[in-house]
């Protein structure tokens, strides 16, 4: 249990210690510094410890927001001060260093907690505070003051602030004006019965799950039952996450499998939808896997995009100027949100058209819709690059690069090459590669050496693209352009080989690969690394994986390929999810909660 630690003398008709007290915190009382030294050692060495000014009036949910939540190590509102295990060290050191004030007491002048802030503050520590917006926190000098605090307190209704907070503060406009307006109210109700987040997140991906089933039994009333349901399935989606902010419930685990869900429960729709539309002799699998590749490579985009400036410097542009000046004003927020198609846009359209059109359609519509999305937002993306002057850093060339998943062979290669390729030569060679290859695979019949000499191709291209550290100003583009390259090739090779079958195996083995780069890119986000080295070598790398599908196309028959891609899915798809698993489940990964990407 966290411990609250009041010091100074308490207020007679304060409502602080039952505060506190709903809050978790086991409350003890100290009348003066010293008393709050010996309280903080004693308190058990990795947990949560809070020193309140025993004068502080707020609101309750400003004390939530200061003291309980677990994303930072070090947190603070006024009159208040909070420090996780691992940053005990440093408050105890601040604690160290503060004087007695008032005869021995923390409460004569100045508090004590807010003296704790500015010392770590002048010690370089970095100390979270939360935005209150018209939430009191404050420590009232003098009884006319404190009265006039607990005036302002009773003159705004916290529950409404804490609703309105709990809605992610950028969104897309079916999700804030659709779903936002009751979900959280759902949150609050999932909140006041002790749910968590997790256990929301788990209710949304089953709940997409049976409409995949739903969708797959080919029939108008499951298409219509499966729209209806993937809708269900996106306000418990919209759920989790307002129930995390509500009721600061963060936590690495619940970050890792919001994200993942999320891309399991739209993947496993297609599949649902491919299947529905082949119990009505229509085969869309190569739609429905096109359409994962095309949603994965946009994903692609935004990561790279994201992680190569995520710490640049002098990192502005005039496309970024005007894209901030169309910011301001209203309607264009709104539009250009819209344009991206991002998942609650994306998903009402997917719902709506399995309900009342056919699979095929619904794909071709996605497909039209996502390509247009990912030009425009890759223009921009490209404009920005090439008009700023930024200067990208170590960590964003080690997160490309770990984005890039450079198996054994193009890192060999890339060892033998030394410097590697120059400015804008990086992206183009990555780009010719992924042409070749997917090219060589999409145009020549089943069977045949030339996917081979175009793999072959790309390997070389993708050691010369990573023989350097990503710093160029179109690096980001590597990573999408290996995707693209990766899992083109995988869909050509099983279109090509038109056996009964193929197309589904390539499906599962792209999404077994794919479900491994977005396990990367979380792991970057949560600033945890990258996969262990072992394990992209166990897998061959995306340039490996890629030569090992063309070599088995040109070796087998059409029948055998589709065995062999299905134990390739099937022993990556083990690999990675046991040690994502492995990972996630005991992460040491600070608590997160994704508040990125709309898409």
């Known amino acids: 249990m966290p411990t609250a630690i009041v010091t100074g003398q308490p207020v007679p008709g304060s409502s602080l210690e039952g505060d506190l007290r709903s809050l978790g915190f086991d409350v003890r009382m100290a009348a003066d510094t010293a008393e709050a030294r010996n309280l903080i050692a004693a308190a058990p060495a990795d947990g949560r410890v809070a020193l309140v000014d025993a004068r502080f009036v707020g609101h309750p949910h400003a004390l939530r927001l200061g003291l309980t939540d677990p994303r930072f190590p070090l947190a603070a509102v006024p009159g208040a001060v909070t420090a996780q295990g691992t940053a005990r060290q440093a408050l105890s050191r601040a604690l160290e260093g503060q004087d007695e004030t008032g005869g021995g007491t923390a409460v004569a002048l100045d508090s004590l907690p807010d003296r704790l802030v500015t010392a770590l503050d002048a010690d370089g520590t970095p100390v979270h505070r939360p935005e209150l917006g018209s939430l009191v926190a404050a420590v009232p000098a003098d009884p006319q003051a404190r009265n006039e605090a607990r005036q302002a307190?009773?003159?705004?209704d916290e529950e409404d602030v804490r609703l309105k907070s709990a809605v992610k503060s950028r969104d897309g406009f079916f999700t804030t004006f659709c779903i936002s307006p009751y979900s959280r109210y759902l949150a609050r109700w999932c909140a006041r019965r002790g749910l968590t987040?997790?256990?929301?997140?788990?209710?949304?991906?089953?709940?997409?799950?049976?409409?995949?089933?739903c969708a797959a039994t080919g029939t108008r009333p499951g298409f219509i039952a499966a729209g209806v349901l993937l809708i269900a399935s996106f306000v418990l989606d919209c759920t989790d996450g307002q129930l995390a902010r509500y009721s600061l419930q963060y936590s690495t685990l619940g970050a890792w499998l919001d994200a993942t869900f999320?891309?399991?429960?739209?993947?496993?729709?297609?599949?649902?939808?491919?299947?529905?539309?082949?119990?009505?002799?229509?085969d869309v699998w190569a739609l429905a896997l096109g359409a994962m590749i095309l949603q994965t490579c946009r994903h692609v985009v935004d990561f790279s995009f994201n992680e190569a400036n995520h710490d640049a410097t002098a990192n502005t542009s005039p496309t970024a100027a005007l894209s901030d000046k169309l910011d301001s004003v209203g309607w264009t927020v709104w539009v250009r949100r819209m344009i991206v198609l991002p998942i609650g846009e994306r998903w009402a359209m997917i719902a709506v058209l399995t309900a009342v059109t056919t699979p095929r359609i619904t794909f071709y519509v996605l497909l039209i819709g996502c390509a247009l999305a990912a030009a425009y937002t890759t223009a921009g993306r490209v404009l920005r690059s090439l008009t700023r002057k930024a200067r990208r850093?170590?960590?964003?060339?080690?997160?490309?690069?770990?984005?890039a998943d450079t198996g054994p062979l193009a890192g060999a290669l890339a060892r033998v090459l030394g410097r590697g390729l120059p400015g804008?030569?990086?992206?183009?060679?990555?780009?010719?590669?992924?042409?070749?290859?997917?090219?060589?695979?999409?145009?020549?019949?089943?069977?045949?050496?030339?996917?081979?000499?175009?793999?072959?191709?790309?390997v070389l291209t993708s050691a010369l693209a990573t023989a350097r550290p990503l710093k160029g100003s179109l690096d980001w583009l590597v990573p999408p352009f290996f995707r693209a390259a990766e899992y083109g090739t995988v869909l050509a090779l099983a279109a090509r080989a038109d056996v009964h079958g193929a197309l589904p195996a390539a499906f599962g083995l792209v999404a077994a690969v794919a479900y491994h780069h977005y396990d990367t890119v979380y792991r970057i986000r949560g600033d945890a690394g990258a996969p262990p080295a072992w394990l992209v070598r166990a897998i061959g790398g995306q340039e490996g994986r890629t030569l090992l599908v063309t070599v088995l196309a040109a070796l087998l028959t059409a029948s055998q390929f589709t065995v062999a891609l299905t134990v390739i899915a099937v022993c990556?798809?083990?690999?990675?999810l046991v040690e994502s698993i492995r990972f996630w489940v005991s992460a040491g990964a600070p608590a997160v909660h994704d508040e990125g990407e709309t898409a």
């Open 153 to 156: 307190v009773l003159a705004v």
């Open 197 to 213: 987040p997790n256990q929301v997140t788990t209710a949304s991906l089953l709940t997409a799950l049976i409409a995949a089933g």
């Open 262 to 282: 999320d891309r399991a429960k739209e993947y496993a729709y297609y599949a649902g939808l491919a299947l529905g539309a082949a119990r009505g002799g229509d």
């Open 424 to 458: 804008l030569a990086v992206p183009a060679a990555a780009f010719l590669g992924a042409a070749a290859v997917v090219a060589c695979s999409a145009l020549t019949g089943f069977g045949g050496w030339l996917p081979v000499v175009g793999a072959v191709v790309y």
């Open 572 to 576: 990556v798809a083990l690999l990675v």
């Open 393 to 403: 850093t170590d960590r964003a060339a080690r997160a490309l690069a770990d984005l």
